[in-house]
């Protein structure tokens, strides 16, 4: 991706938001909708669906009898629910499943068989037909929503089959049927089985999720019945008149080569992703499922929010009985948006870090300095959590404002010189005593360390970013033996953290953009999220209250997310 491009995107976050979250067709008006003129002078009757049902039924090449339209996919997946709820019917749902299969199995109250997906989250099929009694329904989602798994044409006239050897029925959700290479052998199923009925949508491909228009089809008896617990007027006349246009040569044709585009740019995201220790199931659909370590996906999903996509991190009914951490996001039709956010996510250009409380523990020298100079000031010993329970607060990135903020609230004053000068003293020493710099360790391991200022050091660009002065924090340098980063220190800077300017400044020198910062501090989380960085908090899950997109124990957690 040329920096151009970068450039472009990163101007994202103010404009309109991508949504990648409900499989919509959000980045690519049909142009066949052009030019479209609403019957306006015809408003005032109650609309018919007489013209839009031969026009479909035409287009797909069935007799009117066996199609039902209806409000969207949604209210076919309704009338089913019904449909089962009157007969006394069994409900057999495989999961994964979409969510208004798992919401409507219970706003319903029906009997309901839930089948628990393999290891893999594909669907159990074997488990499913075991499960099918006569009079009982089995779901089937092909392209299955939310993994994207595709059952071929054999797999469902063979379930469709044994289904009707038990007299029972299969309903089949074909929402995404377009992305696929089925979208005519589902019709051949059509005119075989009397006991499946097949739901269709204009939501998806088609791009037309608005306008609220899906379909059933089935055998004529079938059909028939569903109609007759229908509303009458399910569908409104402009909706009628739009629909209309998407069963044409031109609409079909526009889909054809749309979902062709979307199949494209799925293999290639595909491809990117297999370079990461990340399981993409394998999809057919205009979106993938993505299972990974839970801290991957947070860092996913916010750095798809840094850049305004939206895309499904809270879903519904993968499994009963195990914890599938998993997203799912569709498949845009422009790229490198979504591209360059994952690439925020997984290859960072640049990892900031602070020093205190991330690479160095201080909670033996300027934290003790801090008690020590307020029981100077004020006679009083604070403990250590009141301390951090002030800087928890935020504004308090140096240290020595921290001191002087704790002696003011011991009803005491003293001028930050006053304050500077007996903090320096216990914290380099003197004469009388050792400096209790001396009593700092390492949090950053070796291993940590050589990864990610040596091994990585050609592909990783990084910088210290810390509020202390500059000979301190070359001193914690030194002690940390890192050689090759940036160094930018609160004398290097005209505003300290919360501001961002220390992080703009790495951004500079190294020309990179796709960067993160890990801080121990409100104050850290804050620079990292105005500098336009992914903000890693460590050690305080408090720190998410102050803009932090992930939360780690401690620093050396960032090995497995590099």
Known sequence: MTQLNIDKCLDYQSKK?????????????????????????????YPSKNNLQQRA?????????????????????????????????????????????????????????????????????????????????????????????TFTYEQIKAVCQQAKEKRAYVFIDFAYIEFTEQEQQCIDLLNEFENILMLRTLSKAYGLAGIRVGYLMGQELIISTFKALALPFNISRPNEQLAQLAFSDAARLEVRNYCKQISENRQQLVNYLANFELVINDSQANFILIQADPRQLQLISSACNQFNIQIKSDLTGLSTKKEFSAIRIGIPIYMDRLLLALRLALEPELVCFD?????????????????????????????????????????????????QELIRLQGKSASIEQVTQVFQRFYLGDTSNKGLYLKETAFLSQKLSKKVFISKAKSLNTAVVTGRPKSEAEQGLSQLEIRNTLLISDDDVAQSKPNPEGIQKAKSYYQKNLVWM?????????????????????????????????????????????
């Open 17 to 45: 938001a991508l949504k990648l979250d409900f499989n919509e067709r959000s980045d690519s008006l049909p142009l066949w909708l052009s030019g479209i003129d609403v019957e306006l002078e015809s408003l005032w009757k």
């Open 518 to 562: 890990l801080g121990d501090a409100p104050d850290d989380m804050q620079a990292a999220k105005s500098a336009g960085a992914i903000a890693i908090g460590i050690g305080d899950d408090n720190l998410y209250q102050y803009g932090a997109d992930l939360v780690l124990n401690n620093v050396n957690e960032l090995e497995y997310l590099l």
């Open 355 to 403: 020093m205190d409380g991330v690479l160095i523990d201080t909670s033996s020298s300027y934290d003790q300095c801090i008690i020590k100079a307020v029981q100077e000031f004020t006679g009083k010993k604070l403990t250590r959590e009141a301390v951090l329970k002030v800087r928890g607060q935020g504004g308090f990135n140096n240290d020595w404002l921290l001191a």
């Open 57 to 149: 039924a035409k287009n797909l090449g069935i007799n009117e009898q066996q199609l039902l339209l209806t409000n969207g996919g949604d209210e076919a997946i309704e009338l089913m629910f019904k449909w089962v709820k009157l007969n006394n019917y069994q409900i057999i749902i495989p999961l994964p499943a979409f969510s208004q299969y798992w919401i409507g199995k219970d706003s319903w109250q029906l009997d309901s068989v839930l089948i628990e997906p393999n290891e893999d989250l594909s669907i159990n099929l074997e488990q499913a037909i075991q499960a099918i009694e006569e009079s009982s329904v089995l779901i089937l989602t092909s392209p299955n929503n939310p993994s994207g798994e």
